[in-house]
Nanobody
Framework: VQLQAFGGGLVQAGGSLRLSCAASGLSFSTYAMGWFRQAPGKEREFVARINWSGARTYYADSVKGRSTISRDNAKNTMYLQMNSLKPEDTADYYC?????????????????WGQGTQVTVSS
């Protein structure tokens, strides 16, 4: 199983980024997916999750209203569109897959993880 996150970069505050997570080696459409982030010196935190079909999405309060999680099961890919970025959004962003189709906020319950993609928001 491989999850590859990409799309991070350096952006000014107020800007936008679209993160992608390409999955292989698993039956993608049967997994819930999630995004988490970890800033330097801080613990990993939940960002957003989406159920297996894409019908249900959930967001951390810190990104709600500024971010949209989505998935394309035909392409085995998940996305995170982030708008109105703030310096506090600076972190490594990780995607994860959960065999429980509903997904969860708890990082420990995810089965597979991708490598991080770095997002840096300058003020």
């Amino acid at each position: 199983v491989q999850l590859q996150a990409f799309g991070g970069g350096l952006v000014q505050a107020g800007g936008s980024l679209r993160l992608s997570c390409a999955a292989s080696g698993l039956s993608f459409s049967t997994y819930a997916m999630g995004w988490f982030r970890q800033a330097p010196g801080k613990e990993r935190e939940f960002v957003a999750r989406i159920n297996w079909s894409g019908a249900r999405t959930y967001y951390a309060d810190s990104v709600k209203g500024r971010s949209t999680i989505s998935r394309d099961n035909a392409k085995n890919t998940m996305y995170l569109q982030m708008n109105s970025l703030k310096p506090e959004d600076t972190a490594d962003y990780y995607c994860a897959a959960d065999a429980d189709k509903r997904g969860t906020y708890n990082a420990d319950e995810y089965d597979y993880w991708g490598q991080g993609t770095q997002v840096t928001v300058s003020s």
